[in-house]
C-alpha cells in the first residue's frame, strides 16, 4: 500500500495562495514528511520537510496535521514557474524516501 | 556544478542489448538511490546505498539489473538484456543524513525499441 495518497490534479490562479494536501494515514511515528516538485524532463527539487511541527522555508509552508496522518504543502504566492508535479515523500529513520503519485500542479494566468 | 550528473541523458536501446547510467555526485553523500520512473507516475525506488554497501534492493529486478558504488561516490546500473518495459527515466539522488535533502539528478531516458 502507497504510504502517501494525492489528489492527481489541481489548479489555481497565479499569485492566489494554493493548498496541497497529502494522506498519509500508514506512516510509522518516526517518518517525516517530504515534499518535492519536479518540472518536465527533470528530477525532482526539494521543497520542504517536517516531522510534527508546522515548517516555513522561502519556498513554502508545510501543515502536519496533529494526528499526523495527513499534511498540506502551501505556496503562499503561486507563480507560473510554480506549475509541476509536487510529490508528497515518506522519508523513514533508514532514509529511505517513498514517493507518492504526485500531484499535476496547474497555474492559470 | 551540479550536486548530481547523469550520464547519459538520452539512450535509445534495443531490446535484449545491455545498457548502463552513470551516476556522479559531489563528494560527502553517503546515501546514493537509484529511482526508475515510468511516464505519469512517481519514481520508484531501485536501489538504495549506504557508502559502497545496499541497503535496499528490494525493488531492483535481480535478474537482469545491477547496481554498484565501489568508492562508495559515484554510481552505476547497469541492465542486461533490456526489455521493453524497462523504458523509463532513471534518477539518481545522494543525501548527507536521515530526512535532509535529497539532490537528484536529472535522469537518464531510456527508450528500449
Known amino acids: 500500500d502507497a504510504k502517501t495518497t494525492q489528489p492527481n490534479s489541481m489548479e489555481s490562479n497565479e499569485e492566489e495562495p494554493v493548498h496541497l494536501p497529502c494522506n498519509h494515514s500508514?506512516?510509522?511515528?518516526?517518518?517525516?514528511i517530504h515534499w518535492y516538485r519536479q518540472l518536465p524532463s527533470q528530477g525532482p527539487e526539494y521543497v520542504i520537510h517536517g516531522l510534527t511541527s508546522n515548517v516555513n522555508n522561502r519556498m513554502a509552508s508545510l501543515a502536519i496535521a496533529e494526528d499526523r496522518k495527513s499534511s498540506t504543502l502551501i505556496l503562499h504566492r503561486a507563480t507560473l514557474r510554480d506549475a509541476a508535479v509536487y510529490y508528497c515523500v515518506a522519508g523513514d529513520a533508514g532514509n529511505m524516501l517513498t514517493f507518492g503519485g504526485g500531484t499535476r500542479l496547474m497555474v492559470k494566468p | 556544478e551540479a550536486e548530481v550528473a547523469q550520464s547519459p541523458r538520452y539512450k535509445i536501446t534495443e531490446k535484449s542489448q545491455a545498457v548502463a547510467f552513470w551516476c556522479d555526485p559531489i563528494s560527502g553523500h553517503a546515501t546514493l538511490y537509484w529511482y526508475r520512473q515510468i511516464l505519469g507516475q512517481g519514481p520508484e525506488l531501485l536501489v538504495q546505498f549506504q557508502d559502497e554497501s545496499v541497503v535496499d534492493d528490494s525493488q531492483l529486478p535481480k535478474d537482469r539489473f545491477s547496481a554498484e558504488r565501489l568508492k562508495g561516490v559515484d554510481s552505476t546500473l547497469k541492465i542486461q538484456p533490456a526489455e521493453l518495459g524497462d523504458s523509463a527515466m532513471y534518477l539518481c539522488a545522494v543525501s548527507s543524513r536521515p530526512n535532509t535533502e535529497a539532490f537528484f539528478g536529472q535522469g537518464t531516458r531510456l527508450t528500449v525499441v
Open positions: 500508514t506512516i510509522s511515528g518516526t517518518d517525516y
